[in-house]
């Protein structure tokens, strides 16, 4: 199935299943899927008026909020979260270590339930090297992401809480240099992209404000060891 030619998510479901009920393994390093409505609408108003700078000399209009939490699964469909000690981001494509408010993310109903499901989500054969969630709440007003780059983690979540504006498509490349495009789609509310870092390089275009008041909150999840 070619992704790029099928951006709407109804088709994709469809697809999907259609290809399933066939007999055909679909391939879990791209998958798209609906989201919470409600989860989301309560996220932005536990969160959003906590939101602080982020890295300013590099993403000027950029805040954010984090939290990172050591996973366990034990088969019943919930994960076992405690949260680190540290939630600093060091070593990550640039900068030094970085230091954040820490959200309690977890005081949301039905967050976990997210979590979880993105979790079950990931092929078991490359669940067993996660160890760490890390999830930021991060908003943009124009610059989405600087250049073309890897997490250099296991598997990367998006999940779109609310979008004001146009633009900010993300790209999922083969390549450092963005000539093989695998994947585009703008997110829209609800959804939640996620995939496999290792086999992709990822972009999001600007955000083109409308107004004053444009604006792009994501949850970024990511998976890790
Ligand atoms: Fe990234």
């Known amino acids: 199935m070619n992704l790029e030619t099928c951006s709407d998510l109804p088709s994709i479901i469809s697809a999907r299943r259609e290809l399933t009920a066939q007999g055909y393994t679909l391939s879990d390093e791209i998958l798209l899927l609906e989201g919470d409505r409600e989860l989301r609408?309560?996220?932005?108003?536990?969160?959003?008026?906590?939101?602080?700078?982020?890295?300013?000399?590099?993403?000027?209009?950029?805040?954010?909020?984090?939290?990172?939490?050591?996973?366990?699964?034990?088969?019943?469909?919930?994960?076992?979260?405690?949260?680190?000690?540290?939630?600093?981001?060091e070593n990550r494509n640039m900068g030094g270590k970085r230091e954040y408010k820490r959200a309690d993310f977890l005081s949301v109903a039905h967050f976990e339930n997210l979590l979880a499901r993105l979790y079950l989500s990931i092929p078991e054969t490359d669940r067993s090297s996660i160890r760490l969630i890390e999830v930021d709440y991060m908003r943009t007003r124009n610059v989405v992401t600087n250049t073309i780059h890897r997490d250099f983690r296991d598997y990367v979540g998006i999940f779109c809480l609310q979008k004001h504006g146009q633009g900010a498509e993300t790209h999922l490349y083969l390549d450092l240099d963005g000539k093989e495009c695998a994947y585009k789609h703008v997110l829209s509310p609800g959804e939640v992209l996620l995939f496999r870092d290792e086999n992709f390089y990822h972009f999001t275009t600007d955000l083109e404000a409308e107004t004053e008041n444009s604006l792009r909150d994501v949850f970024i999840i990511i998976f890790g060891d």
């Open 41 to 89: 609408k309560q996220c932005v108003v536990a969160f959003a008026g906590d939101l602080q700078a982020d890295y300013v000399t590099f993403h000027p209009d950029r805040q954010r909020l984090r939290n990172v939490y050591e996973v366990g699964y034990s088969g019943d469909g919930k994960l076992q979260l405690t949260e680190t000690d540290s939630i600093a981001i």
